[in-house]
């Protein structure tokens, strides 16, 4: 048992479960960990192999069923999330954007063709997908955005900009989201098609292991086949956000655990003042705090993934968990920092690494204000969106 499982919440995983968490801790053990802290510096990651390396073990897309996919529980998945995201939050990130946002929005909303031609390859990370959603002028109100699709005889015709999309500069596929005359509507664009470029944003102190980058689409032409005929509205890619949110209430635990980790570890043998920093009693108080919020959040995960694993999941419920994970996973990254002291800003530690992308889940997938005021609406029946 983890000394952080403070309340044994371990002990309600199934075998499976379990299983599938220590495959998972193994694979982020012998691929990731060495190596994260170089990719970070450089801001660069070998994210295709990765995405192979992880699909031969069935994470891409592992909560889907079909086409290859492994069609685990919500909680096997939220445990896959946890265990990638304590190596990196942009390693979730990668599994996240395929599984939960394009080969989601594919296998709920595509057709029988558009499934067969993506996701299979997808499921074993030889095909690449991301999802545009944001665009520079408009994120946390995607029903504002600008970029159009337009019927010409039986194909369309895409233009606009999409913004800070994960995985663009090496996808195959982007699930563009774009406005038609009969409301919001997606499609599976493949990133050769004429007109299409993609820029890499550079420059990021957060999420460094992460590919990120900028989908223009200049009258993009393509047929009425691209169109996923179930997306019809907004709910549509918010539908996706819901999946994807669920495994970022799990993947925040994460980094939080690996900070917490390297804490206690550290604590326990810098010696002050004659005894171990763990000794004091203010490091103490720290440390116990950070745990009792860390077994709270992995309290929410869980039930959350049992309301999913039943089908009952709300997306109002998706945001208590995820404003309160990824803030709680923050506070304690920067906690952990402080007993590092100067090691705590070294990239030698994985502590500061784990906060400055924390910055970043905090903002995507909805920013902590959006699902406060998802929860708001939720508790008084009232918008305060606008
Ligand atoms: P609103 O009128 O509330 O809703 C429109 C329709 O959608 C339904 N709906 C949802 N359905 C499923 N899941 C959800 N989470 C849903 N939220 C709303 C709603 O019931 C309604 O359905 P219907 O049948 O009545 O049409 O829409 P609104 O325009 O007022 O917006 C609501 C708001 C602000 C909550 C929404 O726009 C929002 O969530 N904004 C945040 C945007 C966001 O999260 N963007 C994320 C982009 S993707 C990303 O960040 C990937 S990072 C990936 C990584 O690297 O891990
Ligand atoms: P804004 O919407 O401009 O918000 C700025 C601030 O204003 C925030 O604090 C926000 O909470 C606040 N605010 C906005 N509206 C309100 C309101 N009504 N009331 C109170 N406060 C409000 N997007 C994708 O589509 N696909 C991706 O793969 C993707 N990957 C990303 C990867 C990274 C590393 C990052 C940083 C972002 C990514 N995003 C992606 C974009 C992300 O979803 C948006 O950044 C996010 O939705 C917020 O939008 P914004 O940055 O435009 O902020």
Redesign the pocket.
């Known amino acids: 048992m983890s000394p952080l499982d403070l309340l044994d919440v371990d002990s309600s995983l199934s075998a499976e479960e379990r299983q599938i968490r220590t495959v998972v801790r193994q694979l982020v053990d012998e691929q990731v960990r060495p190596y994260v802290a170089a990719w970070y510096e450089e801001g660069r990651v070998p994210a295709r192999e990765l995405a192979r390396e992880f699909g031969k073990l069935g994470l891409l897309g592992m909560h889907l069923t079909g086409y290859g996919c492994a069609g685990s529980s919500a909680i096997a998945y939220g445990l896959a999330c946890l265990e990638l995201e304590a190596g990196d939050s942009g390693i979730r990130?990668l599994v996240?954007?395929q599984g939960s946002?394009a080969m989601y929005a594919i296998w709920r909303y595509g057709s029988a063709e558009q499934k067969q031609r993506w996701l299979p390859t997808m499921a074993t990370g030889e095909t690449i997908g991301c999802?545009a959603?944001?665009e520079p002028d408009h994120?946390?109100?995607?029903?504002s955005m600008a970029t159009r699709a337009r019927r010409d005889g039986d194909d369309w015709v895409l233009h606009g900009t999409k913004m800070w999309i994960?995985n663009a500069t090496i996808a195959d596929v982007a699930v563009i989201w774009a406005r038609t005359d009969e409301g919001i509507r997606g499609f599976a664009v493949p990133t050769r098609t004429p007109g299409v470029t993609v820029r890499e944003i550079r420059r990021k102190m957060s999420l460094r292991a992460?590919v990120t980058g900028e989908i223009s689409l200049d009258d993009v032409r393509v047929p009425a086949s691209a169109q996923l005929p179930e997306a019809v509205?907004?709910?549509a890619p918010?539908?996706c956000?819901?999946e994807?949110r669920h495994g970022?209430v799990w993947g925040a635990l994460g980094a939080a655990r690996d900070c917490l980790e390297t804490a206690l570890q550290y604590a326990s043998s810098r010696t002050q003042f004659g005894r171990p920093l763990a000794g004091f009693q203010l490091t103490q108080a720290k440390l116990a705090d950070m745990a009792v919020e860390w077994s709270k959040g992995y309290l929410l995960a869980l039930q959350l993934g049992r309301l999913a694993d039943a089908h009952r999941l709300r997306?109002d419920q998706?945001s208590v968990g995820k404003l309160n994970n990824v803030r709680e996973a923050l506070a304690i990254a920067r906690q952990c920092r402080t007993i590092l002291g100067a090691n705590g800003v070294s990239g030698e530690y994985p502590v500061l690494r784990h906060a400055n992308n924390l910055e970043s889940v905090l903002t995507?997938?909805?920013t902590s204000e959006?699902h406060q005021?998802?929860i708001g609406q939720r508790l008084t029946g009232l918008?305060a969106?606008a």
């Open positions: 990130s996240s954007v946002l999802f959603l944001t994120g946390s109100d995607p029903a994960t992460s509205g907004l709910k918010l539908g956000l819901t994807a970022i997306p998706v995507y997938e909805g959006i005021l998802v918008s969106f």
